[in-house]
């Protein structure tokens, strides 16, 4: 017989027939002559009643079940006579799969914190929270594959392993096979890179986007998603060491192309979670967050602003507010100040363009004021930035200027200034951190908890 799934089972139209669910024991209780055995397989937040009569010859086998063992069960499918649960199985036969010592067994009937699940990542997704987190990063995954793929764009897969500083912020990890203890030098006493395995200086990505931005000059419309990585020495609810990046690239499209895209991404993806995941959803809203439907609600149904960053500085200027950072043209906004403007100001997602040249990277195609760049930033309630992009410099002599300025060695940026050489066009992009979208989704504080298996400076477990 061919297993069923709980979350299928759920949703038959009636009871009836015989099923085969496999799965892992959440409790065990029992109520005069019959055992009641719940269990889940991860399909569904919902977990499936077992019953079994005393008289059964698997009795003695159910009383001996504990929370984590895994079992399999044969049995007819029937109405629930609880008011809990729409189905429940009358089991006919039932098989220990594996078991769970309940001395040992860290995950027992009670609520677990945050905290303590992440010293046992190889079992908290079993808990409700976090398989719930799963089954939503899954859906928000596939919406922004759908999203893309419906409008033409290709998938790229760029390269993990880079000899180019996509941000120019030097926090990159290194790739090397050298022997650490004894390294071959030069004559001078430096490391001598080139005997290394690529012959120079390697690390692991930033971003994609360079790469990306060769398909988009010949493919039109291209996406990454995949992970990047940030050497940041910085232990916070808001970073990690290892992240994964979406960042489309649209060639013959202008900065306001560019928002337009954004905010219909946004949209697109957020209506799914909520068509989709909406169960899933429902539990974060209840146990973490009771504005987060609402918070994605009102993204969906607004029209985002529009805003310069000279007018957002304005309008933080002239708020009354105290701030911890301070605002000034020339500053970066800080997530207080994004925040400021989204839910209390303006009341929606707001579209910030026209940074500073000098707080932006050196890609971004200059104005011609001299003094600010093509860039934006899509700033959300609750959580500010949640998409930074810009229209691209396609200009081979202004992008040199740039590279010097930023004390880059435009001979490793050939390829890249190549295709300003060579059939160049207005081109843009943005970047979107999945775990950051995940998070603002669910509404969990701690961008570790949306992640399988976090990388933070001194934690590379699991």
């Known amino acids: 017989m061919q297993r069923s799934r709980v979350k299928d089972i759920l949703n038959r139209e009636r009871a009836g027939g015989e099923v085969l669910v496999q799965g892992w024991v959440k409790t065990r209780r029992s109520s005069g002559a019959v055992s009641f055995v719940q269990i889940s397989d991860g399909s569904t937040l919902k977990d499936l009643q077992i019953v079994v009569e005393q008289s059964s010859p698997h009795y003695a086998l159910i009383e001996s079940l504990n929370t984590g063992c895994s079992v399999s069960v044969t049995g007819e499918l029937v109405e629930s006579q609880g008011r809990s649960q729409k ?39 079993r808990t409700n929270t976090f398989g719930a987190m799963a089954r939503v990063r899954n859906g928000v995954a596939y919406a922004i594959h759908t999203f893309f793929q419906e409008r033409g764009f ?6 993990m392993i880079t000899a180019s500083d996509a941000e120019g912020a030097g926090s990159m990890f290194r790739v090397t096979t ?96 909520l068509d989709k995941c909406a169960e899933d959803l429902a539990f974060f809203n209840q146990w973490y967050d009771k504005s987060a439907i609402a918070t994605l609600e009102g993204i969906i149904n607004s029209d985002f602003e529009r805003l310069t960053y000279a007018e957002a500085v304005r309008l933080l200027e002239g708020s009354g507010e105290t701030f911890e950072f301070p605002v000034g043209w020339g500053l970066d906004l800080q997530s207080e100040h994004e925040r400021y403007l ?38 959300a309630p609750r959580i500010g930035e949640i998409i930074g992009g810009s229209q691209r410099e396609e200009r081979e002599d202004i992008l ?38 995940v998070q603002f989704a669910t509404g969990m504080q701690n961008i570790r908890d949306v992640i399988p298996f976090p990388r933070t400076p001194r934690n590379v477990e699991f």
């Open 87 to 125: 189905y429940e199985v009358n089991a006919r036969e039932v098989e220990l799969l594996g078991g769970a010592d309940p001395e040992e067994y860290p995950l027992q009937k009670k609520r677990h914190t945050l905290e303590f699940l992440r010293e046992i990542a190889h079992l908290r997704p």
């Open 154 to 159: 290709q998938y790229i897969q760029t390269p």
């Open 178 to 273: 050298l022997d650490l203890q004894d390294p071959p030098r030069q004559g001078s006493g430096a490391v001598d890179a080139a005997a290394d395995f690529f012959g120079r200086p390697t690390y692991l990505t930033v971003s994609g986007q360079l790469e990306a931005e060769i398909f988009a000059l010949a493919l039109s419309g291209v996406y990454t998603f995949g992970p990047t990585f940030r050497a940041e020495n910085s232990n916070t609810s808001r970073h990690l060491a290892e992240f994964w990046m979406v960042e489309p690239e649209v060639a013959f499209c202008d900065l306001d192309g560019l928002a337009e895209l954004a905010e219909d991404f946004l949209k697109y993806v957020f209506s799914y979670a």
């Open 342 to 379: 989204t839910e209390k100001r303006v009341g929606k997602p707001v579209v910030v363009t026209d940074y500073p040249k000098d707080i932006k990277a050196f890609y971004m195609r200059m104005n011609d004021d001299g003094e600010t760049v093509r860039a934006m930033d899509v700033l």
């Open 400 to 437: 040199r200027e740039r590279m010097k300025l930023a004390g880059l060695d435009a001979d490793n940026y050939w390829w890249y200034l190549d295709l300003r050489r060579y059939g160049t066009v207005p081109h843009a992009g943005f970047g979107l951190g999945f775990e950051r979208t």
